[in-house]
C-alpha cells in the first residue's frame, strides 16, 4: 500500500542540493486530502488518509523509494541577488510517476529547518498552508499551469512569527521544483559544469523535444520563453497577481510556483499591489510580463556559455530568444482576451481592441474584474442582464459606449457559440481575499475549517453558477476589502 518514490534529481552531484529527512512534528492531523490528485498520481487516498499515510505528509515517515533533499539554488529578491538561498523550510521527498505517465515532485513545504534556512525555523504556520491549498487549487481549476496542493496537515506544535500561530505541513506537487534562481546558483561560482548538468536535467525531463536541436541550450532557452509568456498571459486574463516574482520563484516548467503575497484582484487596476512587502509596486499587475522578461535574461545570461564559446555571439542569440517573449506575451494575452469578449476567430483585431478599451474604461472606474467580464456573458444570452454590468461602474455612459458597440457585432446565428466560449473563459467565482481570509483566520484563530472546505470545493468548479456560489461571487463591502497580503515564511 505504501506509494513507491524514486528520485531522480538525487543522482545529480552533491552540490545540487543537501541530503537530510524531514523533522518529525508532535501530533499530525490531516485537514484535507486531495483525493483527485491522489488517484492522478497513482497514489491510494485511503492509505495517505491512514495514521501510516499522514505521518508521511508530516514528514514522520519516509516512503519506499523517498531520497529527501533540500534543493540549492540563488536569486534575486527585488531586484537584489542572493547568491544563495535554497529550501530552507522544504523537502523534496522524490518523485512519483503518475497514470498519465508524467514525473512529478512531492515535496513537504513546513518540514523543519535545513543547511539553507538562514537561522529559521523551518517551518510553516498554518494559515499560508491553507492560502496555498486555496490558491494553487483555484489556480488548477481555473487551467492555469500550477503546483498542487496533495495535503493539508496541522502539526500540534506552535511556529513564533509577530505572534504563536499554530503549524502546518503542506504536501506539495510540482512538474519539477527547478528555479531560474537553481541556474543561478551555479553560474554565480562560476560552476559551469554545474549549469550544463542542470541544463541537461531540464532538457530530458521538461523539454525532450529539443534535446536534438542544432543548439539544443538556445532552443532550452526559448522554450522556457515562451512557456512563461503564456502562463503569464493566463494570470493577467483572471485577474491574479503573484505579488513576489523573484528569480527564484519562477519556475523553468513553466508552472505556477510559490503562492505566497499572492492575491485575485476585485475591483480592475493596472497599478494593483497587495504583497506587504512590494512597497515600490515592483510586482504590480501590469508590471508581470516586464518582470517575467527581465528574470528571463537573468537566465539567459547563465547560459551564454552553453549557447555558444563566442561570447558575443551567444549574447546575440540568447537576446534573440528574450526578444521573443513581447510577441508571444501579447498574442497569448490577446487570444485570451477575445475569448473574454466572444471573439469566435483568431484573427479579429476589433474584439482585441474592444477588449482593451472595455479595460481602459474598467481601469477609471473601478469595476470588479471578474463579475464585469462574467456578467457580459450573461448580458448576451439575456440583453436584461445588460443592467447588471453597468451598475458596476460609477459613471456607466463610457460602458454604454463600449456595450453598444460589442452588442452590434453579436450575429444571432453565432450568440450561443459566443456565450458558450465566454463561459469557459470568464469564472463565476474566483479566490475572493476577503473569502481566503475569512476562511484562514476562522481556520487558525477558532479552529474551524468548515470555511476553509467551503471554499476549496467551490473553487473546485469556478465556471459553474450555482446557489451556492451566490456569495462568494460577490465582491467585498467596504469594511472587507483585504489591502495587503503576507508572504507568511
Not at 531586484?79 to 523534496?92: P, V
Not at 536534438?212 to 532552443?219: G, I, M, Q
Not at 521573443?324 to 474584439?351: C, I, M, Q, W, Y
Request: glycine residues 10%; negative net charge; contains cysteine.
Amino acid at each position: 500500500m505504501t506509494p513507491q518514490f524514486n528520485n531522480t534529481y538525487a543522482q545529480l552531484p552533491d552540490r545540487f542540493y543537501a541530503k537530510l529527512a524531514p523533522t518529525p512534528v508532535a501530533r499530525p492531523r490531516l485537514l484535507r486530502l486531495n483525493i483527485a490528485l491522489a488517484r492522478e498520481l497513482g497514489l491510494d487516498p485511503d492509505w495517505l488518509a491512514s495514521e501510516d499515510g499522514v505521518a508521511m505528509l508530516a514528514g514522520n515517515r519516509m516512503p519506499r523509494g523517498a531520497d529527501p533533499l533540500a534543493q540549492a539554488y540563488a536569486g534575486h529578491q527585488f531586484g537584489g541577488f542572493s547568491a544563495q538561498l535554497g529550501d530552507g523550510r522544504a523537502i523534496l521527498l522524490g518523485e512519483v510517476v503518475g497514470r498519465d505517465g508524467q514525473r512529478r515532485d512531492i515535496q513537504l513545504k513546513g518540514s523543519g529547518p535545513t543547511p539553507f534556512s538562514r537561522r529559521g525555523d523551518g517551518r510553516a504556520a498554518l494559515g499560508p498552508v491553507l492560502r496555498e491549498y486555496i490558491i494553487a487549487e483555484a489556480m488548477h481549476a481555473l487551467g492555469i499551469p500550477t503546483t498542487r496542493a496533495l495535503a493539508a496537515v496541522s502539526t500540534g506544535e506552535h511556529v513564533f512569527r509577530e505572534s504563536v500561530l499554530p503549524g502546518g505541513v503542506l504536501t506539495r506537487v510540482a512538474a519539477s521544483h527547478i528555479r531560474v534562481g537553481t541556474f543561478q546558483y551555479f553560474a554565480a561560482r562560476g560552476d559551469s559544469d554545474g549549469v550544463r548538468d542542470l541544463a541537461d536535467y531540464v532538457i530530458a525531463r521538461h523539454y525532450p523535444e529539443v534535446a536534438d536541436a542544432p543548439n539544443r541550450y538556445l532552443a532550452l532557452l526559448m522554450g522556457v520563453v515562451g512557456r512563461q509568456a503564456s502562463l503569464i498571459a493566463q494570470w493577467l486574463n483572471v485577474g491574479f497577481i503573484h505579488g513576489v516574482m523573484n528569480t527564484d520563484n519562477m519556475a523553468v516548467s513553466g508552472e505556477t510556483i510559490d503562492y505566497g503575497p499572492c492575491a485575485f484582484m476585485d475591483g480592475y487596476d493596472p497599478a494593483q499591489v497587495y504583497s506587504s512587502i512590494d512597497a515600490q509596486g515592483r510586482y504590480a499587475y501590469a508590471n508581470q510580463p516586464s518582470i517575467g522578461m527581465w528574470n528571463l535574461t537573468r537566465l539567459a545570461e547563465t547560459l551564454l556559455p552553453l549557447i555558444d564559446a563566442d561570447q558575443d555571439a551567444a549574447i546575440a542569440a540568447a537576446q534573440g530568444a528574450i526578444n521573443a517573449f513581447p510577441k508571444l506575451f501579447n498574442a497569448a494575452h490577446a487570444t485570451g482576451l477575445r475569448r473574454k469578449v466572444g471573439a469566435l476567430t483568431a484573427d479579429s483585431e476589433t474584439d482585441t481592441g474592444g477588449a482593451k478599451e472595455l479595460l481602459e474604461i474598467m481601469a477609471g472606474q473601478g469595476a470588479d474584474f471578474t463579475l464585469t467580464f462574467h456578467g457580459l456573458a450573461q448580458a448576451l444570452a439575456d440583453r436584461r442582464a445588460l443592467n447588471d454590468v453597468r451598475a458596476r461602474f460609477a459613471n456607466p455612459e463610457p460602458f454604454d459606449a463600449w456595450a453598444a458597440s460589442w452588442l452590434s457585432r453579436a450575429d444571432d446565428a453565432q450568440v450561443l457559440a459566443r456565450v458558450a466560449l465566454m463561459r469557459t473563459a470568464n469564472p463565476a467565482v474566483i479566490p475572493r481575499n476577503h473569502r481566503v481570509e475569512e476562511a484562514i483566520s476562522a481556520a487558525v484563530t477558532d479552529g474551524d475549517f468548515s470555511l476553509f472546505q467551503t471554499l476549496v470545493g467551490l473553487l473546485s468548479h469556478p465556471f459553474d453558477v450555482t446557489i451556492e456560489h451566490a456569495g462568494y461571487q460577490l465582491p467585498p463591502k467596504p469594511d472587507e476589502i483585504v489591502r495587503a497580503t503576507f508572504c507568511g515564511t
